[in-house]
């Protein structure tokens, strides 16, 4: 058995015992109360389920194992001569718990190099889409397609006994993390660069790899940024879409390749992980509408009004449950600060800032008129030249793998059960509230 295997099974088979215990002991704590308005609300802000990998607090945003993004930026190792934190530190914390010395971090990436081959019937699957589809698509179809490797379903097809479920699920989930970046890379030279691939570097960390074979290996700001990118996308708790979406596939046993593409189509969405697309797009086309250059404060204060006066929403702002500017965002505007301070696509990122907060909370119904983590990645990646803005979900899934797999394995070990809520039609619940208020 592998290194990081056995050092989660020494940590994860006691706590999974430990919790029992205390479900057993705390079954009848009640945890709060839902009325109509929740129901009607997206479930927003019931809690439903367990995820041990981080937790998202409105005010101050995401802390991954108690850690928050500028805690993790400065005590997760890193490469020498390098400055951001490495994901492989990031996957090893939020497995298992404990924040990783360098050898683990570095064991962590040695061991999904060694598991990084991806089938050639998966290639064949991406090279059968017209060209023109999108990334997400084929990303999302290639993970299916990787299904064929799964041990888990294979394990399940023999009669594993249940309490071995997250040994297979470990497997899928390194396995696929290892695999997701060539996966992606080759779609994106696919797509976009003529078919012309590139074989991967294995002395590369895992970031920087995929940064090589997506065609930016010489460039070591894109290294550092993905490095960054891949640690910040990394998971937000278990209630956004593509978390929960994992967890819920994997709740009916559905091996991890059948639950994690199910979540990239979750991503995939205009309101999720497609709005870093739609910032950048947004921008070109208000740009577009101006006659190019850079516009001014108030010409995106309008540009703004006119958006939502059009009915439609303003990438990159608002969000479910954060209620102050995401941390993600101040991430990436401290490292666009340090690299590219005068780009002038960061700088109308930076310029939407100033003004979006105060108009966007001008109109009541919007609960949160701060920047989420899409408003600022697709200006740092234009900077470096990846300027292919439909691709940009594609990072973010890939780095999204890291939390929702590590979170699946836990499912496991914890033996969290199918994922089933009531669901009531409006007669019932009518009916409901008439016979409350007749007896009351
Ligand atoms: N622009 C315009 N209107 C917005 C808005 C925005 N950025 N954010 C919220 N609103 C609107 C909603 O569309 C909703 O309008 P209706 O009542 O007419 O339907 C109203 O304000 C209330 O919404 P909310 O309670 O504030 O926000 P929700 O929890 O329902 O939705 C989110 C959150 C992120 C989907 C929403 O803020 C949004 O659409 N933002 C733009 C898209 C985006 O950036 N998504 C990425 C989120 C981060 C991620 O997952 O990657």
Not at 233 to 247: I, K, P, R
Not at 277 to 284: D, G, P, S
């Amino acid at each position: 058995m592998d290194k990081l295997k056995n050092t989660f099974e020494e940590k994860a088979l006691p706590k999974a015992a430990e919790i029992k215990e205390f479900i057993k002991a705390n079954a009848d704590h009640v945890l709060g109360s839902y009325n109509v308005d929740s129901v009607f609300s997206g479930m927003k802000g019931m809690i439903g389920l367990i995820t041990e990998t981080s937790l998202l607090d409105a005010e101050e945003g995401i802390r991954f194992r108690g850690y928050s993004i500028p805690e993790l930026r400065e005590k997760l190792p890193r490469l020498e001569g390098t400055e951001e934190a490495l994901p492989e530190g990031l996957f090893y914390l939020m497995l298992v718990g404990e924040l990783p010395t360098y050898e683990d971090m570095w064991e962590v990436g040695s061991n999904w190099t060694k598991r990084a081959v991806v089938p050639k019937h998966v290639y064949d699957v991406i090279d059968a889409f017209p060209i023109a589809t999108h990334p997400m698509t084929q990303f999302s179809a290639a993970i299916m397609a990787m299904q064929t490797e799964s041990e888990f379903a294979a394990a399940y097809r023999k009669g594993v006994n249940k309490k071995d479920y997250w040994y297979y699920t470990f497997e899928d989930s390194m396995n696929l993390i290892a695999r997701l970046p060539r996966v992606a890379a080759y779609i994106y030279r696919r797509t976009y660069k003529g078919g012309v691939h590139i074989e991967p570097n294995p002395k590369l960390d895992w970031a920087a790899n995929f940064a090589h074979m997506l065609g930016f290996g010489d460039n070591e700001g894109f290294k550092e940024l993905m490095r960054l990118y891949m640690v910040i996308h990394a998971d937000h708790e278990g209630g956004n879409v593509s978390a929960h979406t994992t967890h819920l596939v994997g709740s009916a046993l559905s091996d991890p390749y059948l639950a994690f593409s199910a979540a990239m189509n979750g991503l995939a969405g205009p309101l999720h992980g497609l709005a870093n697309q739609e910032v950048i797009r947004w921008v070109l086309d208000l740009q577009a509408d101006l006659g190019g250059g850079k516009p001014s404060k108030q010409q995106i204060e309008e540009y703004i009004n006119k958006t939502i006066n059009e009915g439609k929403v303003v990438p990159g702002y608002g969000h479910a449950v954060l209620r102050k500017t995401d941390p993600r965002f101040t991430a990436q505007m401290e490292f666009a600060k340090k690299h590219m301070p005068t780009d002038e696509l960061v700088n109308i990122v930076w310029d939407v800032y100033d003004v979006a907060p105060t108009i966007l909370g001008n109109y009541k119904k919007i609960k949160n008129p701060w920047p989420n983590v899409d408003a600022h990645s697709g200006a740092l990646l234009v900077h470096y030249g990846m300027k292919e803005y439909d691709f940009y979900t594609v990072l973010f899934g890939v780095s999204r793998a890291l939390g929702v797999l590590a979170s699946l394995i836990w499912d496991r070990v914890l033996g969290l059960p199918l994922e089933r809520p009531k669901s009531v039609t409006i007669d019932w619940l009518k009916a409901n509230i008439a016979k409350a208020k007749a007896s009351s």
